[in-house]
């Protein structure tokens, strides 16, 4: 009977230690997965704002200089203008 209370003893103890690895291994993998994910989502989040910001700095770019045409085009048209009527 001696024997029988010490061997259930010894497996109990065995397989303590095997539940407690399985829980600490799973907290590894679960926290590597969640700092793994976060990470991700933050680099995702930081590249889309960047390409944003890179998107809207070139539309400013871009209508800036078209306005800057426009604006060189009419003040040669209203100059040609004033050449005509000084003539006359």
């Known amino acids: 009977m001696k024997n029988l209370i010490l061997g259930i003893f010894a497996l109990l103890i065995a ?18 997965l969640l700092d793994m994910t976060v990470g991700t989502a933050s680099k995702v989040v930081s590249a889309v704002a960047e390409d ?27 100059d040609q203008l004033q050449n005509e009527e000084e003539k006359k």
């Open 15 to 32: 397989s303590c230690a095997s539940v407690g690895a399985v829980i600490d291994s799973t907290k590894s993998v679960a926290t590597g």
């Open 52 to 78: 944003v910001a890179d998107t809207t700095a070139f539309v400013a770019d871009t209508t800036a200089g078209t306005i800057k045409a426009a604006a060189d085009k009419v003040d040669g048209e209203t």
